[in-house]
């Protein structure tokens, strides 16, 4: 998972978008955003595909590394 978790955190702070602006895009706490960039807690499915479009990710790049994560 905390492959998962550095990729989008990456790529968010590529795009230059805060911790905060992203939680609240996704409708979830910030402190949990910073627990998934960890690699400490999950998110669903529907989410990581609304992360991929927030962060301009290739959603099936994304949901690979997330479902790989499960795996692990």
């Given at each position: 998972?905390?492959?998962?978790?550095?990729?989008?955190?990456?790529?968010?702070?590529?795009k230059?978008?805060?911790?905060?602006?992203v939680?609240?895009?996704?409708?979830?706490?910030t402190?949990?955003?910073?627990k998934?960039?960890?690699?400490e807690?999950?998110?669903?499915?529907?989410?990581?595909?609304?992360?991929?479009?927030?962060?301009?990710?290739?959603?099936?790049?994304?949901?690979?590394?997330?479902?790989?994560?499960?795996i692990?």
């Amino acid at each position: 998972m905390r492959e998962f978790g550095t990729t989008i955190r990456a790529l968010r702070e590529k795009k230059g978008l805060l911790l905060r602006q992203v939680a609240a895009e996704l409708d979830i706490d910030t402190a949990l955003l910073s627990k998934v960039e960890r690699g400490e807690r999950s998110i669903k499915k529907e989410q990581v595909v609304r992360v991929a479009e927030i962060i301009g990710a290739e959603t099936k790049d994304l949901l690979v590394l997330w479902l790989s994560a499960k795996i692990n």
